[in-house]
């Protein structure tokens, strides 16, 4: 039978708690920009590892790659939530970021199709499945570590800060495309300049590993060490232990399948999209995508602390609601116009609806769980779910673009906001009954 905490326990620090969720958000901000790299600077290396004159099927192999990497998303979940059940979250947010870093050092220095042949397109793979096993701990473990050291009343607001680093990470890919883009020609960027994203992403993924060996390990992780005595056995982590919850499991996928969809359909296909399929130039499309992802990351800590006031369930109804009757109209408009502020409005427009997961996505899912299942609760669940519909998002769009019929795959992102707003609908509150607030 679980308890509330006492309310006489001495309560930490709010400095304590902002250090604490800066270590963590550092690491995720370096983990993020080295993933989404890749998606940020495909259009010029897309035909180094697949050569061909036909632009959208070179997109549809990295596109494929693309959407291969989040197939190692749940193994890195399930790995990496289980040691971080077992281990803590600190010791598994540094290995995470380890993996990382060999992920992007492989790709930079992997040679092209035309040196060594189909040996380029399979490192390219090697390197995106070692990624993909470390975001998918990446996500369970900082969304875990994150809702776990914020204040009580609070936690909407400080894990919101997940996704501010996540869209600032691809921020800071977009921000070093924009600067490559002023110093080198297009020639120079699509012949060795794209390397450099991840030179840089290897060498700051080794800084990160470093700086978080200092961080502190969550409180509600040390109390069950302290309650449990040795975390390394029994059911912490465990498969076992977590199909104990079969409702909660289920709700984490309800819950991810529309957001996933609609998040990767908006914050990186549409830059393929506004290029290959609007016409507007590569350059423009960098600026939109760069402003649009500003606004949308500043959103997040708003949403969040929003949502401790009135509640998850609210945003929720409003990215569900939204997203299954304006996805179509906005990704129609957003395919014919020429011009850049309107589509930028446009992308504006679906990151805004988007929030409305993504600023509370992981507080509603650790509020699920208890302590000794949590990080792969939150993860395995999660990573499944964006394996299977998030990762093949662009996939699925490229491959109807090549068949004659890309705007089915409008009606696909907004059928998935009905499926999630079906469960959004008939949800618990989870604010209300938290298990963070137990022990």
Same mark, same amino acid.
């Given at each position: 039978?679980?308890?509330?905490?006492?309310?006489?326990?001495?309560?930490?620090?709010?400095?304590?708690?902002?250090?604490?969720?800066?270590?963590?958000?550092?690491?995720?901000?370096?983990?993020?920009?080295?993933?989404?790299?890749?998606?940020?600077?495909?259009?010029?290396?897309?035909?180094?590892?697949?050569?061909?004159?036909?632009?959208?099927?070179?997109?549809?192999?990295?596109?494929?790659?693309?959407?291969?990497?989040?197939?190692?998303?749940?193994?890195?979940?399930?790995?990496?939530?289980?040691?971080?059940?077992?281990?803590?979250?600190?010791?598994?947010?540094?290995?995470?970021?380890?993996?990382?870093?060999?992920?992007?050092?492989?790709?930079?220095?992997?040679?092209?199709?035309?040196?060594?042949?189909?040996?380029?397109?399979?490192?390219?793979?090697?390197?995106?499945?070692?990624?993909?096993?470390?975001?998918?701990?990446?996500?369970?473990?900082?969304?875990?570590?994150?809702?776990?050291?914020?204040?009580?009343?609070?936690?909407?607001?400080?894990?919101?800060?997940?996704?501010?680093?996540?869209?600032?990470?691809?921020?800071?890919?977009?921000?070093?495309?924009?600067?490559?883009?002023?110093?080198?020609?297009?020639?120079?960027?699509?012949?060795?300049?794209?390397?450099?994203?991840?030179?840089?992403?290897?060498?700051?993924?080794?800084?990160?590993?470093?700086?978080?060996?200092?961080?502190?390990?969550?409180?509600?992780?040390?109390?069950?060490?302290?309650?449990?005595?040795?975390?390394?056995?029994?059911?912490?982590?465990?498969?076992?232990?977590?199909?104990?919850?079969?409702?909660?499991?289920?709700?984490? +996928?309800?819950?991810?399948?529309?957001?996933?969809?609609?998040?990767?359909?908006?914050?990186?296909?549409?830059?393929?999209?506004?290029?290959?399929?609007?016409?507007?130039?590569?350059?423009? +499309?960098t600026w939109i995508l760069f402003s649009a992802i500003l606004v949308a990351a500043i959103l997040q800590p708003i949403a969040g602390k929003l949502s401790d006031r009135i509640g998850r369930r609210p945003l929720l109804m409003f990215f569900g609601i939204a997203g299954t009757l304006l996805t179509v109209p906005i990704m129609t408009l957003m395919g014919s116009t020429?011009?850049?502020?309107?589509?930028?409005?446009?992308?504006?427009?679906?990151?805004?609806?988007?929030?409305?997961?993504?600023?509370?996505?992981?507080?509603?899912?650790?509020?699920?769980?208890?302590?000794?299942?949590?990080?792969?609760?939150?993860?395995?669940?999660?990573?499944?779910?964006?394996? +299977?519909?998030?990762?093949?998002?662009?996939?699925?769009?490229?491959?109807?673009?090549?068949?004659?019929?890309?705007?089915?795959?409008?009606?696909?992102?907004?059928?998935?906001?009905?499926?999630?707003?079906? +469960?959004?609908?008939?949800?618990?509150?989870?604010?209300?009954?938290?298990?963070?607030?137990?022990?």
């Open positions: 039978m679980t308890t509330r905490i006492n309310e006489a326990t001495p309560p930490v620090s709010e400095r304590r708690v902002i250090g604490n969720v800066l270590r963590g958000s550092i690491g995720n901000l370096v983990e993020w920009y080295d993933w989404y790299a890749y998606a940020a600077f495909t259009t010029y290396f897309a035909k180094s590892f697949f050569p061909t004159k036909d632009t959208t099927a070179a997109f549809l192999g990295t596109a494929a790659v693309f959407a291969v990497g989040f197939l190692m998303r749940p193994l890195g979940g399930w790995m990496l939530g289980r040691f971080a059940d077992r281990f803590g979250r600190r010791t598994a947010l540094v290995l995470s970021v380890t993996l990382m870093a060999f992920g992007s050092l492989m790709i930079a220095l992997t040679p092209g199709y035309q040196t060594i042949g189909i040996a380029a397109p399979i490192l390219l793979l090697v390197a995106r499945l070692i990624q993909g096993l470390s975001v998918g701990g990446e996500y369970s473990t900082s969304a875990t570590y994150l809702s776990e050291v914020a204040t009580p009343g609070k936690r909407g607001f400080y894990s919101s800060f997940q996704y501010v680093t996540l869209y600032g990470g691809q921020l800071l890919a977009l921000g070093l495309q924009l600067i490559l883009q002023q110093i080198l020609t297009e020639k120079q960027l699509t012949d060795w300049g794209w390397r450099i994203a991840f030179v840089v992403g290897a060498l700051a993924a080794i800084l990160v590993m470093y700086l978080r060996r200092g961080m502190d390990e969550s409180e509600s992780f040390e109390a069950e060490r302290a309650k449990g005595g040795d975390t390394k056995t029994g059911e912490h982590g465990t498969l076992r232990a977590l199909f104990k919850y079969p409702k909660e499991v289920a709700l984490v +996928v309800g819950l991810t399948l529309g957001g996933t969809i609609a998040f990767y359909t908006f914050a990186t296909y549409s830059q393929k999209f506004m290029e290959n399929t609007a016409g507007i130039p590569r350059k423009t +499309v020429k011009q850049p502020f309107v589509a930028f409005l446009l992308m504006l427009a679906g990151l805004v609806i988007v929030t409305g997961y993504t600023s509370i996505n992981a507080i509603v899912k650790a509020e699920l769980f208890p302590t000794k299942i949590r990080a792969i609760g939150v993860g395995l669940p999660y990573a499944l779910t964006v394996a +299977v519909f998030g990762g093949t998002a662009e996939l699925i769009a490229q491959a109807l673009k090549k068949a004659g019929h890309e705007s089915l795959f409008f009606y696909y992102v907004a059928g998935c906001a009905l499926i999630s707003l079906i +469960v959004y609908g008939t949800m618990r509150e989870t604010s209300k009954s938290s298990e963070l607030e137990k022990k």
